[in-house]
């Protein structure tokens, strides 16, 4: 068994698709054992994407993860931690691809993602990579309390 951390970005929360990739993730046969709404902060954001700290694109992710592109009342990100076998792999097959225009059609990335004119993806989603930035992003996110075992 497997944890792995996803998070519906501001994008995503500002187009009500926070439902619809819940029930992605849940006919996918993963089991939901954590949630909350969360207003991002500068260093939540920085710790989250820490590792792509040298990225061209570290700046605007910040401001896209805290949802600067998406309005005042847009600021919030819902965070989950779903549990199965193979979870972080799997998961991110029901997710897709990084780009939006790559991701296959019946992704949520697929489905839902698109990439702005400033060259931003907004893809909707945020899906943990491996297992160690999995424990790492699950630790950011939750305290050990906030999660059903
Ligand atoms: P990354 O961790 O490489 O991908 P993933 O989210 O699939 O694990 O990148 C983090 C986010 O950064 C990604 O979801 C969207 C954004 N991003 C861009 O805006 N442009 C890019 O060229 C890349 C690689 C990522």
């Known amino acids: 068994m497997e944890k792995t951390l996803i998070l519906i970005k501001p994008d995503g929360m500002r187009r009500r698709l926070a439902g619809l990739s819940i029930d992605r993730l849940d006919n996918a046969g993963f089991e939901l054992i954590g949630a909350k709404v969360v207003s991002v902060t500068e260093k939540l954001a920085r710790e989250h994407y820490a590792l792509l700290k040298d990225q061209p694109f570290f700046e605007e992710l910040i401001k896209y993860i ?68 999995a424990e790492r992003e699950i630790k950011l996110w939750f305290e050990p309390g906030e999660l059903v075992e």
Request: proline residues 3%; glycine residues 14%; hydrophobic residues 35%.
């Open 66 to 133: 805290r949802g600067d592109f998406h309005g005042v009342s847009n600021r919030r990100v819902l965070a989950l931690v779903y549990r199965g076998e193979d979870a972080i792999k799997a998961v991110r097959g029901v997710v897709g691809a990084t780009n939006p225009e790559q991701a296959a059609p019946d992704t949520i990335r697929g489905t839902f993602g698109r990439i702005t004119t400033r060259g931003q993806f907004e893809n909707v989603v945020h899906a943990s990579g491996n297992a160690e930035d």
